[in-house]
C-alpha cells in the first residue's frame, strides 16, 4: 500500500502539517497493538507503515527548516527513507552537492534515518557491493514518469525534454533503480525494524500512559514463526508483487498527482 | 541594480514573510519622496523597484497559497512580473498546462501583475506580432546557467544534463529571451507604470496619513522634461547598459545562489 501526502508543506503556516501524519502512524500502531491483543490475533492486518519515503526539493541547497523538523518528529515512529524529488532538474555535480549537503545536515541535527543493514562478512561479494552502493546513494535522487517513449529502438520508461530523455529506469540519469533494489531487498528488514524498534517504542509509551491493553504473550510476530514454511514463501511472494505494484503506483504518481 | 531575496518562503512559518519586501519597497519610495521633495531634486537618485520577478516553483501545480498572498500584498506596490523558474524539470506540456493554471489563478484571485501595454494600431506588425507573443508568454518559464559550453560547434550558455544539453537562449528550450526582451522593450513603461501608479499609490497615502513632506509642484520625473534631448539618450543607453549587465549577473545567480 502507498500512502501519498499531497499537498504537505504548501501552506503560508505549516506549523502543524506534520500532525495527520503522526496521527496516522499512531492509529497504525493502535490498530495492531489491538488486533495483537485480541482474541483473533491470527487474522489481523498490517497496515503499519513501513517505511517513509521524504521527498527533498531539488530547488533548495540543503534541507528546509520543514525537512529538518519533519524528520526530528517522525525518525522514532518510522523508517525514513530521503529522497531527493524530480531529480532530473540538476547536473551530475549538483546532485552530488545536494547529497553530500543533505547527509551532513541529517548528521549534524542528529536525524536518525533508516539504516541500511551491515552486510556479514560472509556474504557473497556481488550482494556487499550491491549493498555499499545503495548506502554511498542516499538520498535517492529519483525521477519518474508515467509515459513510455522509444529511443533507439528501446521502450522506455521516461520524459521527453526538447533537448533529450530522460530515462527513469537508467542508472546514469537517477537512482530510481537503485531506490527499487532498496526498497524490494530490505523490505523484510524494513518491516523488522519498524516492528522491533517503532512499534515497541509505540507500545511501551502506549503502556506507560495510556489505557490498559490486555498483555501480550510473544514478541514475534505471526508470519515468523516458522512452523508453515511454503505458507511463508507464500506470503513472501504475495507481499514482493504487492510492493511491486506500489511500486508501479508511485512512480505513476510521483511526476503527475494531478 | 537586482536585489535578490534569497531563502525567502523556506520557514517553517511564512506569514511574516513579506514584511521585509514590503518594508524594503516602501524604504525606496519614502527616500525617492523625500529626495523629491528637497532642495537639491536635479541630483536624486532613484532606487525604487520597478520591476518585480516572482518565481513561482515548477514543481507544484500552480500557485501556493504563499504565492497568491504574496501577489496581493504587493501588486499595488510594484510591476509584478510572474515568472516559473528552473522550468527545464517540466516537458512542452507541462510548461503550458501550468501556465495556463498559474494565469487562471491570478485572474480568479484578481491579482494585478505588470500589464504589458497594448499597442496603437499604427505600430509596425513585427512590434504587433512580438508583444503579442510576449502576452502569450506570461508567465516566462526560464532557466538559467552560469556555465557556458560547446554544442555543435557553437558556445552558448546552459545545461549539460547526461540527457542533453538545455540552452538557456533556445527559445525552443526557454522564455529567457522573451523575458529579456521584454524587460528591455518594456524598460520604460516599468518606470512610467511604478512612477505614475505605484509611487503615487505611495505617495498618496503616506501624504494622507503621515507627516507633512514639502509640497511637490510637478508630476512629471526630471529626465522627461524634455529639453536636453542628447542627455535623456545618454541617460536611456546607460540604463540599457546596466540592465544588460543586471541581467547576465541575474542569469548567473537563478540557477546558482550559492
New interface residues.
Given amino acids: 500500500t502507498v500512502v501519498d501526502t499531497p499537498g504537505y508543506g504548501?501552506?503560508?503556516?505549516?506549523?502543524d502539517s506534520f500532525r495527520a501524519i503522526i496521527q496516522y502512524i499512531d492509529e497504525q500502531f493502535e490498530r495492531f497493538l489491538r488486533d495483537e491483543s485480541g482474541l483473533n490475533r491470527r487474522n489481523k492486518v498490517d497496515n503499519r507503515i513501513h517505511c517513509c519515503f521524504y521527498f527533498i526539493?531539488?530547488?533548495?541547497?540543503g534541507l528546509?527548516?520543514?525537512d529538518i523538523?519533519f524528520m526530528k518528529q517522525l525518525h522514532n515512529k518510522v523508517n525514513i527513507v530521503p529522497v531527493i524529488?524530480?531529480a532530473?532538474?540538476l547536473?551530475?555535480k549538483e546532485v552530488l552537492r545536494l547529497k553530500k549537503k543533505v547527509m551532513e545536515e541529517i548528521e549534524k541535527h542528529e536525524i536518525k534515518i533508516y539504516p541500511l543493514p551491515d552486510c556479514d562478512s560472509d556474504e557473497d561479494e556481488d550482494y556487499k557491493d550491491q549493498l555499499r552502493q545503495l548506502k554511498e546513494s542516499v538520498p535517492f535522487a529519483v525521477c519518474g514518469s508515467n509515459t513510455t517513449l522509444e529511443v533507439r529502438g528501446r521502450k522506455v520508461r521516461g520524459?521527453?525534454?526538447?533537448?533529450?530523455?530522460?530515462?527513469v529506469e537508467n542508472p546514469?540519469?537517477c537512482d530510481f533503480i537503485k531506490l527499487r533494489t532498496m526498497l524490494i531487498t530490505h523490505m523484510q528488514d524494513l518491516q523488522e525494524v519498524t516492528h522491533e524498534v517503532h512499534y515497541e517504542n509505540y507500545r511501551s509509551e502506549r503502556l506507560a500512559k495510556g489505557a490498559p491493553v490486555p498483555k501480550r504473550t510473544t514478541s514475534l510476530p505471526d508470519h515468523e514463526k516458522g512452523d508453515d514454511k511454503d505458507r511463508i514463501l507464500q506470503e513472501k511472494e504475495a507481499e514482493l508483487r504487492k510492493m511491486k505494484e506500489a511500486l508501479a503506483k508511485m512512480q505513476a504518481q510521483m511526476q503527475h498527482?494531478?
Same sequence: chains 1, 2.
Fill in positions: 504548501d501552506a503560508i503556516d505549516n506549523t526539493s531539488p530547488l533548495g541547497h528546509k527548516p520543514l523538523e524529488a524530480k532530473d532538474v547536473v551530475k520524459r521527453l525534454y526538447p533537448w533529450g530523455v530522460v530515462e546514469e540519469h498527482k494531478n
